[in-house]
């Protein structure tokens, strides 16, 4: 199993352009989640899902939209990118709550997203 | 805010030696801690997790000791290694939901 893949690892974006990374997981899990990861900040989650078709915000939602069209799949969305949106972004993903006795959350190796 | 706060920043052990991270939180309804690592260009990883019905936690080297009445809880690294350097962050989640709030993280760094 691959686990958690993210595309892509790395992008240099302009202010003001727009992306999207792609999150993919296959490993069945009902919920997944966007986290950035900034110096002396820590992880800081952006937005969730708790299954296709559904997402909520995290605490840090501004300028970022969120799909998950498929259970696999969680697309994060930078409509108008801004120098303050560079960071490292991680995906993770987690199996319904309550089916273990873990919340282990398992993670994306990252990207690497640069806003100029 | 951040709702759970790491110290210290950065830590630096000798081999052999006992690594400590404290972690303190203030929302009482915070009821699952677990701890990552996360390696130079990777996720970060499950390390170990406790539950406030225990006082502490242990799996092999690394240990959870946890203080609810002062809301704090640290990871102990025993006999700490060259490979246990890494980040490690502390987090929480509340009342059986999935979102974890992340401290800020410690760099270990262990001199052979």
């Known amino acids: 199993n691959a686990g958690v893949t993210q595309t892509p690892k790395f992008r240099v974006l302009k202010t003001g352009q727009s992306m999207t990374l792609l999150c993919a997981q296959d490993?069945?899990?009902?919920?997944m989640y966007w986290y950035r990861q900034d110096p002396g900040m820590g992880l800081r989650l952006i937005h969730y899902s708790v299954g296709e078709g559904t997402t909520a915000k995290g605490e840090v939602p501004d300028g970022y939209n969120v799909s998950r069209l498929k259970k696999q799949n969680f697309l994060l969305g930078l409509e108008s990118a801004a120098p303050s949106q560079t960071s490292v972004y991680f995906c993770a993903s987690s199996i319904l709550l309550g089916t273990g006795p873990y919340n282990e959350q398992f993670f994306g190796p990252g990207t690497r997203l640069t806003v100029l | 805010q951040q709702q759970v706060k790491q110290s210290p920043q950065s830590l630096i052990v000798q081999k052999g030696g006992i690594s400590i991270i404290n972690c303190a939180y203030e929302?009482?309804?915070?009821?699952?801690f677990p701890w990552y690592q996360q390696f130079p260009g990777k996720g970060p990883a499950l390390l170990i997790a406790?539950?406030?019905?225990?006082s502490e936690k242990k799996e092999g080297r690394f240990t959870i000791s946890f203080n609810k009445s002062a809301k704090q809880f640290s990871l102990h690294i025993m006999d700490s290694q060259p490979g246990d350097s890494a980040t490690y962050f502390c987090a929480a989640s509340k009342g059986g939901a999935n979102n974890l709030f992340f401290g800020t993280g410690t760099r270990l760094t262990v001199i052979p």
């Open positions: 490993m069945n899990h009902e919920y």
């Open positions: 406790i539950r406030p019905d225990v």
């Open positions: 929302n009482t309804a915070f009821d699952y």
